[in-house]
Protein backbone atom coordinates (compact mmCIF):
# COMPACT_ATOMS: atom_id res chain seq x y z
CA UNK A 1 0.00 0.00 0.00
CA UNK A 2 2.59 2.32 0.99
CA UNK A 3 4.15 2.23 -3.03
CA UNK A 4 0.54 3.16 -3.67
CA UNK A 5 1.69 6.64 -1.67
CA UNK A 6 4.82 7.31 -3.27
CA UNK A 7 3.59 6.54 -7.02
CA UNK A 8 0.98 9.22 -6.47
CA UNK A 9 3.41 11.92 -4.93
CA UNK A 10 6.11 11.02 -7.91
CA UNK A 11 3.08 11.69 -9.99
CA UNK A 12 1.82 14.86 -8.43
CA UNK A 13 5.48 16.17 -8.19
CA UNK A 14 6.22 15.46 -11.62
CA UNK A 15 2.86 17.11 -12.96
CA UNK A 16 3.86 20.32 -11.14
CA UNK A 17 6.73 20.34 -12.60
CA UNK A 18 5.51 19.68 -15.63
CA UNK A 19 3.25 22.78 -15.35
CA UNK A 20 6.21 24.85 -14.06
CA UNK A 21 7.60 24.50 -17.24
CA UNK A 22 4.58 25.66 -19.26
CA UNK A 23 3.34 28.31 -16.81
CA UNK A 24 4.98 31.54 -15.37
CA UNK A 25 2.41 31.66 -12.80
CA UNK A 26 3.09 28.20 -11.75
CA UNK A 27 7.02 28.89 -12.07
CA UNK A 28 6.22 31.72 -9.79
CA UNK A 29 4.98 29.90 -7.06
CA UNK A 30 6.35 25.93 -7.68
CA UNK A 31 8.57 25.81 -4.23
CA UNK A 32 4.98 26.62 -2.45
CA UNK A 33 2.84 23.84 -4.53
CA UNK A 34 1.66 21.17 -1.96
CA UNK A 35 2.80 18.65 -5.09
CA UNK A 36 6.22 19.72 -4.68
CA UNK A 37 6.67 20.25 -1.41
CA UNK A 38 6.80 16.89 -0.47
CA UNK A 39 9.89 16.41 -2.04
CA UNK A 40 12.07 19.15 -1.80
CA UNK A 41 10.40 22.24 0.39
CA UNK A 42 9.70 20.13 3.48
CA UNK A 43 11.88 21.51 6.37
CA UNK A 44 10.58 23.54 9.10
CA UNK A 45 12.33 26.94 10.70
CA UNK A 46 14.29 24.48 13.23
CA UNK A 47 16.11 22.43 11.07
CA UNK A 48 17.02 25.58 8.83
CA UNK A 49 18.66 26.73 12.57
CA UNK A 50 20.56 23.83 12.34
CA UNK A 51 22.13 24.27 8.95
CA UNK A 52 22.74 28.35 9.97
CA UNK A 53 24.24 27.30 13.05
CA UNK A 54 26.61 25.05 11.29
CA UNK A 55 27.17 26.91 8.83
CA UNK A 56 28.13 30.65 10.86
CA UNK A 57 30.30 28.14 13.44
CA UNK A 58 32.66 27.54 10.60
CA UNK A 59 32.00 29.57 7.82
CA UNK A 60 30.28 32.84 9.03
CA UNK A 61 32.73 34.78 7.16
CA UNK A 62 32.15 33.86 3.48
CA UNK A 63 28.48 33.27 4.47
CA UNK A 64 28.43 37.26 5.33
CA UNK A 65 30.14 38.16 1.90
CA UNK A 66 28.00 35.88 -0.28
CA UNK A 67 24.99 36.40 1.56
CA UNK A 68 23.36 38.79 -1.41
CA UNK A 69 24.20 36.02 -3.87
CA UNK A 70 23.10 32.72 -1.73
CA UNK A 71 19.39 34.68 -1.05
CA UNK A 72 18.68 34.77 -4.80
CA UNK A 73 17.91 31.24 -4.44
CA UNK A 74 14.84 32.45 -2.67
CA UNK A 75 13.72 34.66 -5.85
CA UNK A 76 11.99 31.84 -7.62
CA UNK A 77 9.15 29.87 -6.90
CA UNK A 78 8.14 31.62 -3.29
CA UNK A 79 9.68 29.01 -1.10
CA UNK A 80 8.49 29.17 2.52
CA UNK A 81 10.90 31.65 4.65
CA UNK A 82 11.73 31.90 8.19
CA UNK A 83 13.20 35.20 9.95
CA UNK A 84 17.03 33.83 11.47
CA UNK A 85 17.45 37.35 13.53
CA UNK A 86 20.63 39.19 12.29
CA UNK A 87 21.18 36.70 9.17
CA UNK A 88 18.30 37.67 7.49
CA UNK A 89 15.19 35.27 6.35
CA UNK A 90 15.83 32.59 4.21
CA UNK A 91 14.41 29.12 3.19
CA UNK A 92 15.25 26.28 4.75
CA UNK A 93 16.02 24.72 1.85
CA UNK A 94 18.64 27.06 0.64
CA UNK A 95 20.18 26.83 3.97
CA UNK A 96 20.73 23.26 3.33
CA UNK A 97 21.93 23.89 0.16
CA UNK A 98 24.70 26.39 1.86
CA UNK A 99 25.56 24.01 4.00
CA UNK A 100 26.00 20.78 1.80
CA UNK A 101 27.91 23.40 -0.45
CA UNK A 102 30.21 24.24 2.38
CA UNK A 103 31.03 20.21 3.34
CA UNK A 104 31.73 19.26 -0.26
CA UNK A 105 34.22 21.99 -0.41
CA UNK A 106 35.63 21.04 2.69
CA UNK A 107 36.29 17.75 1.75
CA UNK A 108 36.98 18.22 -1.81
CA UNK A 109 39.71 20.63 -1.03
CA UNK A 110 37.57 23.20 -3.41
CA UNK A 111 35.08 22.47 -6.53
CA UNK A 112 36.61 25.56 -8.66
CA UNK A 113 38.47 22.64 -10.72
CA UNK A 114 35.58 19.69 -10.13
CA UNK A 115 33.26 17.76 -12.60
CA UNK A 116 30.53 17.81 -10.89
CA UNK A 117 27.66 15.13 -11.46
CA UNK A 118 24.28 15.77 -9.24
CA UNK A 119 21.84 12.57 -9.15
CA UNK A 120 17.89 14.17 -8.63
CA UNK A 121 18.95 18.07 -8.63
CA UNK A 122 15.69 19.02 -9.76
CA UNK A 123 15.62 22.79 -10.82
CA UNK A 124 19.27 23.48 -9.68
CA UNK A 125 19.32 25.23 -6.67
CA UNK A 126 22.58 23.16 -5.33
CA UNK A 127 23.84 23.81 -8.18
CA UNK A 128 23.35 27.69 -8.37
CA UNK A 129 25.05 28.22 -4.60
CA UNK A 130 27.88 25.51 -5.58
CA UNK A 131 28.50 28.29 -8.34
CA UNK A 132 27.75 31.30 -6.40
CA UNK A 133 30.70 30.05 -3.77
CA UNK A 134 33.43 29.96 -6.24
CA UNK A 135 32.01 27.54 -9.09
CA UNK A 136 33.03 24.40 -10.82
CA UNK A 137 34.80 23.30 -14.02
CA UNK A 138 31.57 21.55 -14.91
CA UNK A 139 27.90 20.14 -13.33
CA UNK A 140 25.79 18.04 -14.84
CA UNK A 141 22.18 17.20 -13.65
CA UNK A 142 21.03 13.86 -14.17
CA UNK A 143 17.11 13.76 -13.10
CA UNK A 144 13.81 12.64 -14.62
CA UNK A 145 12.37 14.82 -17.88
CA UNK A 146 9.96 17.09 -16.06
CA UNK A 147 12.39 18.52 -12.95
CA UNK A 148 15.18 18.70 -16.02
Not at 81 to 106: C, H, M, Q
Request: charged letters at 30%.
Amino acid sequence: MAWLVKDKIKENYLACCKEAVLSDTAFNRFKKDKRYTPITEHLDRDIGQAYLDKIIEKNEYIFNVKKKRFLRNDLYGQPKRYDYGKYGIWSPTTLRYIYVAFELKKYFNGLDCMDIVEIGGGYGGQCKIINDMRGFKSYKIIDLKEPC
